[in-house]
């Protein structure tokens, strides 16, 4: 039994007749008949009574109607959901941020995204830079939020610019150093620094490196943390201050005072990380939600 048997029955079941069911099919009266034959042959039972001027489904041939349409409609409806997955329409995309960078940008991408894509489902990985790298590269996700990791470990991958961040220094409200609108590197690396766990994040400390190189003297870290939540705390608690992109200001709220460096540092770029070669149609839709965010 093929699904033409079945839509042949469904046509001549509908019509009532096998002249209009071949017209309605783009097919010969003939070829129907034969395919009906056929199907009643297969099954054993007869699903029409036929007269010489009608024809009207059995009992065996109406119950047969049902359990056909419900094929061809299951059958309709796996073709469409394979070329919605092919086209990106459904699906999951597999998509790595860091929470600190993304915080204004990620919220507003997914939106924008899911308002477009409804059928993809979106799968988020809170991932260090040095882990989004080896996921990405591993396949294990489509594609990461997060800062440039430089040329050196860009092999195989694009990376596609979103947004930017003006630097700021991160200090709790009660510090005297938070009534100023800026501060001078050199005099900020007197202060205790709070930072993000070397081993996961060496981009940051290479950064460090290179701010503090022209004020002639580094900042001691006092502190590592494997996150921005737990940096913050640190931070609001008084234990030092921290260098932090100005969108953090969403996450942390008056627990902190963002101030300025004087003078002012690059912007922090972030960017869209994925593998060279076709990305496939809902990854480059996210990647372009992402820029309409940033």
């Not at 008949?33 to 041939?61: N, Y």
């Not at 690396?189 to 993000?196: S, W």
């Not at 100005?246 to 912007?267: N, T």
């Amino acid at each position: 039994m093929e699904l033409r048997h079945l839509r042949y029955f469904t046509a001549v079941a509908e019509e009532q007749n096998v002249t209009r069911a071949a017209e309605r099919l783009h097919v010969s009266q003939p070829a129907v008949s034969r395919q009906i034959r056929d199907l009643e042959d297969e099954l054993g039972v007869p699903l029409f009574e036929r007269t010489a001027k009608s024809l009207r489904l059995t009992d065996a041939g109406q119950a047969f109607l049902t359990e056909a349409r419900a094929v061809l409609q299951r059958t309709e409806e796996a073709i469409k959901a394979v070329r919605a997955v092919s086209a990106g329409a459904r699906g999951e995309i597999r998509v790595a941020y860091a929470p600190s960078l993304t915080i204004e940008l990620l919220p507003q991408a997914l939106r924008a995204f899911q308002s477009d894509w409804p059928g993809v489902r979106v799968l988020l990985h809170d991932l260090s830079t040095e882990e989004m790298l080896a996921q990405i590269r591993a396949g294990k996700v489509d594609l990461a939020l997060g800062v440039h990791p430089g040329k050196s470990q860009m092999k195989g991958l694009l990376f596609q610019r979103l947004a930017s961040y003006p630097i700021c220094v991160a200090l709790p409200p009660s510090h005297p150093l938070a009534r100023r609108r800026a501060v001078t590197r050199a005099r900020i690396a007197e202060e205790p620094m709070i930072g993000y766990a070397r081993e996961a994040y060496p981009e940051y400390y290479d950064g460090i490196e290179t701010l503090f190189t022209s004020a002639g003297r580094q900042p001691r870290i006092a502190e590592e943390h494997d996150g921005v939540t737990s940096l913050i705390a640190a931070v609001e608690a008084g234990r030092g201050f921290a260098l932090v992109p100005s969108c953090i200001k969403c996450l942390a709220g008056p627990r902190l005072k963002l101030i300025g460096l004087e003078p002012p540092a690059p912007k922090i770029v972030v960017g869209a990380l994925r593998r060279e070669g076709r990305a496939g149609a809902a990854v480059e839709r996210f990647i372009a939600a992402s820029a309409m965010a940033g």
